[in-house]
Structures are given as structure tokens and as C-alpha cells.
């Protein structure tokens, strides 16, 4: 198996979704921190997306 193999079977296992790239901030139980995203060329929003994850990471 293949890296991109694993990780497909993951992400479609765990979030019934099969598209990469698929972001996903997980926290210390590995559940996610903010909504999970697919690929998109806003930058402002793809910053805005990690911004948030840092903050919710904080409040754990």
C-alpha cells in the first residue's frame, strides 16, 4: 500500500469523504478541531481555517 492509499481509506473511513487534499486539525483525542475543508485557492480563508484550529487547539 501505497501513502496515498492509507491515507484515502482514512479519510473516507473516518469522514466519509474521499478527496485530497482533505485538512483535518485533530486534537490530543484525534477528534477534529474545526470542521474539516477540502482544497480551495482562498487563501484568506485557508488562514482563517488554520487560525481557527490553533485557537480551539489553545482551549483544550
Known amino acids: ?5 492509507i491515507n ?3 479519510a473516507l473511513k473516518t ?3 474521499n478527496a485530497q487534499p482533505y485538512y ?3 486534537g490530543h483525542d484525534g477528534n477534529p478541531l ?6 480551495n485557492l ?3 480563508a485557508f488562514v482563517k481555517f ?3 484550529g ?4 489553545k482551549k483544550q
Open 15 to 17: 469522514y466519509g469523504v
Open 54 to 57: 490553533v485557537e480551539a487547539y
Open 50 to 52: 488554520l487560525r481557527s
Open 8 to 10: 484515502s481509506y482514512y
Open 24 to 26: 483535518v486539525l485533530q
Open 34 to 39: 474545526v470542521e474539516p475543508r477540502g482544497y
Open 1 to 5: 500500500k501505497s501513502l496515498g492509499k
Open 42 to 44: 482562498d487563501v484568506e
